[in-house]
């Protein structure tokens, strides 16, 4: 099998790399590209993110051709494709971090900053926390409800369909975590921080 | 609901660890990826390297430590002492930390920290500030472990680093670093009252109340020690052990 991880310098992306890698080990061909034609042949998609959304948008545009092969990929072809943070968000139609910045429209919905309740919650909310799971998931089989997952991010998904959403955390209020749809599937937590527990996510990932 | 984090500090100086955990268990108690792998088997949220390393020509040894510890180990990885440009974080980075601390260059130049966290995102700038009580609820800002005074508030300090982006503050007491008599609540009080991002708490640990009351009392969304962990005294279970007993939620 052939999982790419996409490398379109959306900032910091060597502990996705890492725990990928840890979890492949020698069963399957992992490759760290933004090859157009090698994105187009692989099996599955890893689209990472870092940053905010609106800079991992711009570097993702800033690829020619990405875009578009993405969504051939995830949403015609419904090939397996996980987004990660930044890489989840932006699978809505916009985002509100540091300008008005549209989305790749794959799930219907808006990227807002976190209600911090005029200060009571710091942000980032950073660190663990438990998530609730939804509904059967394919990358939460084996993992157990109210697992602890690393979390580090001031803006959350609000799907406007909600049956998509796999899992929620609380922190201010109940924020969406997790969600999926067909072969599509998001984190808003760090799978490859999340010790053995985020390692089995991506293990479910790469078994599918 | 979001729990206290714990995080063991590693102070490294030349590739080595200086004040290192002695278990028995350990084959080399000077290697700090076999060091942090003990660490993060049982149970830090966070592992954080502080490279106390003199000379620059030993510098490349930290960038090859957090190539291997992050290969082993799957929580986040901090690494501060001696970041100073763009190029350090991006060699930190690419090496496999998920953050990267700084001290001295923030405080000499606060604009590092707006474009550090620009260019790589809030999540993984620390702003490390050292503080030393100067008179009643007032502490300065100090660098250089405590030996040079800057003469900047710590307090507004920490508000203005925030304002240019800083994710997280490492705040160290100097009166309290090294003393094991807990740490300086009333300046976590006050820095965590004056703002919106969390504060990790750093200097005086000696024993579990101490991070009990930091994060209780100071209100710090988490706790680093050192020594209490170094020599097996405590365990990082013991540590949430105590802290879950109390009431204060963490991840076990």
Not at chain 1, 151 to 170: G, L, Q, R
Not at chain 1, 174 to 194: M, W, Y
Not at chain 2, 81 to 108: C, E, F, M, P, Y
Request: proline share 2%.
């Amino acid at each position: 099998m052939n999982v790419t991880i996409v490398d379109y310098q959306s900032g910091n992306i060597s502990s996705v790399i890492n725990s990928f890698t840890e979890v492949a080990k020698d069963k399957i061909n992992l490759e760290v590209t933004s090859d157009i034609n090698k994105i187009k042949s692989c099996d599955k998609i890893v689209l990472p993110g870092q940053g905010s959304f609106k800079s991992c948008v711009e570097s993702l545009n800033s690829i020619s051709g990405l875009v578009d092969t993405l969504k051939e990929f995830a949403i015609t072809n419904k090939k397996p494709l996980l987004g990660i943070c930044v890489g989840l968000q932006m699978f809505a139609d916009i985002g509100y971090e540091e300008a008005e910045t549209q989305g790749l429209g794959w799930i219907s919905g808006k990227v807002s900053k976190i209600d911090n309740q005029k200060g009571k919650f710091k942000l980032p909310h950073i660190g663990w926390n438990e998530i609730e799971i939804q509904k059967e998931s394919k990358i939460f089989k084996d993992i157990k409800n109210k697992s602890h997952m690393y979390f580090v991010h001031s803006y959350e998904f609000i799907p406007e369909d909600k049956s998509v959403i796999s899992a929620i955390t609380n922190y201010s209020s109940k924020i969406v975590c997790a969600v999926e749809r067909d072969n599509l599937f998001g984190t808003q937590f760090h799978p490859e921080k999340s010790d053995k527990v985020g390692l089995n996510v991506i293990d479910n990932f790469l078994k599918l | 609901m979001l729990k206290n984090r714990i995080i063991p500090c590693l102070d490294v100086k030349d590739g080595r660890v200086v004040k290192g955990i002695n278990f028995v268990e350990l084959k080399d108690a000077g290697d700090p990826v076999e060091q942090a792998k003990i660490y993060s088997d049982s149970g830090a949220d966070e592992i954080c390297f502080l490279d106390i390393t003199a000379s620059n020509e030993n510098r490349e040894t930290i960038i090859d430590i957090v190539r291997k510890t992050a290969k082993e180990c799957f929580v986040p990885l901090t690494v501060g002492g001696g970041v100073r440009t763009i190029q350090n974080i991006t060699d930190l980075l690419l090496a496999g930390a998920d953050k990267v601390s700084i001290n001295t260059a923030a405080v000499k130049n606060v604009d590092f920290v707006k474009e550090a966290s620009k260019k790589f995102g809030s999540q993984c700038i620390v702003v490390a500030i050292d503080a030393k009580k100067v008179s009643d609820n007032k502490w300065e800002v100090f660098t250089h472990g405590g030996r040079n005074k800057t003469g900047i508030d710590a307090v507004e300090f920490a508000k203005k680093v925030e304002e240019n982006g800083a994710g997280e503050i490492l705040l160290t007491s100097m009166d309290k670093d090294g003393t094991k008599s807990g740490y300086d609540v009333d300046l976590l009080k006050t820095i965590t009252n004056s703002t919106n991002i969390p504060i990790i708490a750093s200097g005086g640990v000696g024993t579990l109340e101490h991070l009990y009351d930091g994060i209780v009392k100071g209100g710090a969304s988490a706790v680093l020690a050192a020594s209490i962990f170094h020599y097996g005294e405590y365990k990082i279970k013991d540590a949430k052990e105590y802290l879950n007993s109390k009431n204060v939620s963490v991840r076990l």
